[in-house]
Each structure stands twice: as C-alpha cells, then as structure tokens.
Nanobody, 115 residues
Framework: QVQLVESGGGLVQPGGSLRLSCAAS????????MGWYRQAPGKQRELVAI???????NYAQPVKGRFTISKDNGKNTMYLQMNSLKPDDTAVYYC?????????WGRGTQVTVSS
C-alpha cells in the first residue's frame, strides 16, 4: 500500500511561515484528489486544503488566503505553504486523499504557532 510521510513542521512565531511536504511512496497525486488535514489537541481532524487531479484547489475558510496547496507529480510530493500563521493553526498536519479512501495515515508533522 502507498505510504505517506509528512515533514516540515516546527515552532514558528505568529505571522511566520512554514512549508510542509507530503511524500508518497507511489504515484497517487495524479490519480486521486489529495488533501491536507490537521488535528488540534482535543479536536477532530479537519480538512484544510484540497487539490484535485486537474490542479484546481479549494480551502477551508480559516486558512483561505494564507495557505497554498501544490504538488509535484514527478516527485510524488505535495506541499502546503502556510503564511501569516496564527496560534489557532497549531495542530498536527497530515496528508491523504480527499475524500479518504483508506490509505493509512502517516505520522503527521507538528506545527506549533506561539510567541
């Protein structure tokens, strides 16, 4: 089965930026629509950004205008550029298909926004 590995998280001050990466062991980005999800402590996992196979994108309202999803099919990698980060963006970030199709979740990457 395809494996997903997220990276790029860290501690950043409010207003800062981070770029997350999602590496897949197989070529799924050209087959399935993909999403970035996040789960904050005590909250359910939520979908924050989607990229369709045709390259069109959509964003959850809390991140619209600040986050940008992109992908490199040749590298089997997807990215999430996060700008103007806020403390409410603190969460573990995951990538997976959207809608979920049963691919195992990766470990995620922790993003902490704090001064």
């Amino acid at each position: 089965q395809v494996q997903l590995v997220e990276s790029g998280g860290g501690l950043v001050q409010p207003g800062g930026s981070l770029r997350l990466s999602c590496a897949a062991s197989g070529n799924i980005f050209s087959i399935y629509a993909m999403g970035w999800y996040r789960q904050a402590p005590g909250k359910q996992r939520e979908l924050v950004a989607i990229m369709e196979t045709d390259g069109s994108t959509n964003y959850a309202q809390p991140v619209k205008g600040r986050f940008t999803i992109s992908k490199d099919n040749g590298k089997n990698t997807m990215y999430l550029q996060m700008n103007s980060l806020k403390p409410d963006d603190t969460a573990v970030y995951y990538c997976n298909t959207s809608p979920f199709r049963g691919i195992n979740w990766g470990r995620g990457t922790q993003v902490t926004v704090s001064s």
